[in-house]
């Protein structure tokens, strides 16, 4: 399996401007999440995926941002409109439930995001 | 509130010795704890899962203890080499949470 799959690398946008992160999370996996991470906050949680149902979005920081999973090979993450404080580094994990009720996590390589 | 204690001060040790990493945490009761290992530029990297019946766990070089009373997981790396430089992130995980809390990471420079 290639892994989880992020999409752009890299982003650089104006301010105001719509961003759409993309993610492709690995084959049989019934976890997805989203996070953010900065120096100031580290990792966040932003949102989580079951089955391609969304389950917490508790972490989403405003109506700015929402998150979409159409099906179970396909997540996106959108930004409209975008601020400089948005400015960060977005992660895509995906995960399977274990036999004990554990997640390991596995993280797609970010996409850094450059709000200007 | 719920909060992750990671040494945020880069810890800087020479080729071979032991490096020991530090996790706290207060208003958890995590049933699980995980390591991940995250380079520059990249995500985090799975490395190791214990669970609070556990009081370590071996991978290899690597060593994790789990104490729940003092509510700390340690992180070891015995006869460390410069490649094992990155950042290293606890996640304690609680029953019927399914869902890991990550801190922010401590970063280890090992110099030859």
């Known amino acids: 399996d290639a892994g989880v799959i992020q999409s752009p690398r890299h982003e650089v946008t104006e301010m105001g401007q719509e961003v759409t992160l993309r993610c492709k999370p690995i084959?049989?996996?019934?976890?997805l999440f989203w996070y953010r991470q900065t120096m100031m906050r580290g990792l966040e949680l932003l949102i989580y995926?079951?089955?391609?149902?969304?389950?917490?979005d508790s972490g989403m920081p405003e109506d700015r941002f929402s998150a979409k999973m159409p099906n179970a090979s396909f997540s996106t993450l959108k930004i409209q409109p975008s601020e400089p404080r948005d400015s960060a580094v977005y992660f895509c994990?995906?995960?399977?439930?274990?036999?004990?009720?554990?997640?390991?996590?596995?993280f797609g390589p970010g996409t850094r995001l450059t709000v200007l | 509130s719920q909060k992750i204690e990671q040494n945020s001060e880069a810890l800087n040790i020479q080729e071979g010795k032991t490096a020991t990493l530090t996790c706290n945490y207060t208003?958890?009761?995590?049933?699980?704890l995980q390591w991940y290992r995250q380079d520059p530029g990249r995500g985090p990297v799975f490395l190791l899962l214990?669970?609070?019946?556990?009081k370590e766990k071996r991978k290899e070089r690597l060593k994790v203890t789990f104490d729940t009373t003092l509510k700390q997981s340690l992180f070891h790396i015995t006869a460390s080499q410069p490649a094992d430089s990155a950042t290293y992130l606890c996640?304690?995980?609680?029953?019927?949470?399914?869902?890991?809390?990550f801190g922010r990471g401590t970063s280890l420079i090992v110099h030859p």
């Open positions: 208003n958890y009761s995590p049933a699980y």
């Open positions: 214990i669970r609070e019946n556990e």
């Open positions: 995926f079951n089955n391609n149902v969304p389950i917490d």
């Open positions: 994990a995906s995960s399977l439930r274990g036999p004990m009720g554990t997640d390991t996590q596995y």
């Open positions: 084959s049989g996996h019934d976890y």
């Open positions: 996640a304690p995980e609680e029953e019927r949470s399914y869902i890991p809390t």
